[in-house]
């Protein structure tokens, strides 16, 4: 079965840094792309970026453009989000997505907490 764990989550500093991972499995992961998601405290579910499955083409909300990446490993079916110099309004949690054979499949969640 299609399983989607997220990790490395956190309570930072503003400014500060983290990288996320989101370890896949249950599917041939190099042919699908891959998504971050997230959702802050009483608000709905913002994209945050995507993968293509080759890695080439990558694409960024406008709210983290310039300053989160999103990466894949593919022999290690693993997709990573490297934060850099969060805001307090980056505070989500971060989920990891993918469409898979027209069905929508989501990690269990990792939360991002951006605070001094």
């Known amino acids: 079965q299609v399983q989607l764990v997220e990790s490395g989550g956190g309570l930072v500093q503003p400014g500060g840094s983290l990288r996320l991972s989101c370890a896949a499995s249950g599917f041939t992961f190099s042919t699908y792309s891959m998504n971050w998601v997230r959702q802050a405290p009483g608000k709905g579910l913002e994209w945050v970026s995507t993968?293509?499955?080759?890695?080439?083409?990558?694409y960024y909300a406008d709210s983290v453009k310039g300053r989160f990446t999103i990466s894949r490993d593919n022999a290690k079916k693993t997709v990573y989000l490297q934060m850099n110099s969060l805001k307090p309004e980056d505070t989500a949690v971060y989920y990891c997505?993918?469409?898979?054979?027209?069905?929508?499949?989501w990690g269990q969640g990792t939360q991002v907490t951006v605070s001094s």
């Open positions: 993968i293509n499955n080759d890695g080439v083409n990558r």
């Open positions: 997505n993918a469409d898979i054979n027209f069905r929508p499949y």
